[in-house]
């Protein structure tokens, strides 16, 4: 069974349709994006801008400076200059502990919360007052009668992985409304318009490196990063470390049907027919969907506030690099 939506910790749930911008934190740029949404599954990129951190504000992904983070977080929503203050903001895959299980259908959300919690602090080393946790019910009970029992996806993070970053939105004057696993909101930001296929992978181009996920419709079966590779690198050698990294990662039973791919513009169009060759499956390369001419034009700005095309530009803004920005931004109309 698959997940209808990717994860949102409890005490940061949204109300159905409620605007949202979506902000994606990295280790050097911070992005922020407001979609516009049309007929169907159609959504527009209305206003997008991108921020670079001075170095060691977000190491490793863990927030070391959150003041100063709230300060650059702030900075880019001005430059945005969108009236929303509503935030979607995510977790990277890497931080949060999943697992499906199955639990007695019987439980009350108070003895289902301690369970989650107890089996959370287990697998990550903490103390249970450490952990935050969020679960998912799959579709349907397995069995019947009183002891019947549920399939249940955990999610679980250590607790400051989670304040951190719902401080720092705080601190800019936001409101964190929604905090979801960076891949996930990549995944959905490439299916929103098709049914989302059986199996998968998500190519995730980033200029310190490259990430491939594997998944079943919407849930995270592997993940991990391509050892010395990124958007700088030759595509060649690229497709031949993500093939390798893809048939590693994939159950013995898994037949991959489709290939997104999704980052650096530039590296994209190189990229999607070496993948196909390797796989013999459809390649897509994401598209951001750019509002129609005469629409909010982009704004980078480098940690001191410079804008891109100054003495100290910031990083350029590609729209295709919002590609988890606009997935996160997207829970506002997908709920």
């Known amino acids: 069974m698959a997940l209808s939506l990717p994860f949102s910790f409890p005490s940061l749930r949204c109300s159905r349709s409620a605007p949202l911008l979506g902000l994606d934190i990295d280790s050097a740029v911070i992005r922020m994006v407001e979609l516009s949404r049309h007929a169907g599954r159609s959504f527009r990129i209305e206003r997008y801008a991108c921020r670079g951190l001075p170095e060691g504000t977000v190491s490793d992904e863990h927030i070391q400076h959150p003041g100063r983070l709230a300060d650059h977080i702030a900075a880019l929503a001005h430059t945005l200059g969108s009236r929303c203050r509503r935030v979607a903001l995510a977790l990277p895959a890497h931080a949060v502990m999943t697992r ?6 019987d439980l009350c959300d108070r003895a289902l919360n301690e369970l989650m919690t107890a089996e959370a602090s287990r697998y990550l080393t903490v103390a249970p007052e450490d952990v935050r946790v969020d679960y998912q019910f799959m579709a349907g009970d397995a069995g019947g009668g009183e002891m019947a029992s549920r399939d249940i996806v955990l999610a679980a993070a250590r607790r400051e992985q989670v304040e951190d970053r719902i401080a720092a939105v705080e601190t800019a004057g936001l409101i964190p409304a929604a905090l ?3 891949l996930y909101a990549a995944h959905t930001a490439c299916t929103h318009a ?3 296929p059986a199996a998968s992978a998500l190519i995730l181009i980033g200029p310190g490196a490259i990430r491939i996920a594997l998944f079943d419709r919407h849930r995270l079966l592997h993940h991990r990063e391509l050892p010395g590779c990124n958007a700088n690198s030759g595509m060649p050698q690229v497709a031949v470390a993500a093939a390798r990294a893809i048939r590693l990662g994939a159950p013995v ?3 991959l ?11 994209q169009p190189a990229l999607a027919p070496l993948m196909q060759e390797q796989f ?8 951001a969907p750019i ?19 100054d003495a100290e530009a910031g990083p350029e803004c590609d729209p295709s690099a919002c590609l988890v920005a606009c997935g996160l931004a997207m829970r506002g109309a997908m709920r």
Not at 100 to 105: E, G, I, L, P, T
Request: proline content about 2%.
């Open 253 to 255: 039973d898994m037949q």
């Open 257 to 267: 049907e489709r290939i997104f791919i999704g980052g650096a513009a530039a590296a």
């Open 180 to 182: 979801d696993i960076d």
């Open 100 to 105: 499906q299980m199955q639990v007695r259908a």
């Open 194 to 196: 098709i049914d989302a």
């Open 291 to 309: 509002a129609a001419p005469g629409g909010h034009r982009a704004h980078a700005e480098s940690a001191n506030g410079a804008a891109a095309g």
């Open 280 to 287: 013999d499956v459809e390649c897509r390369a994401w598209q």
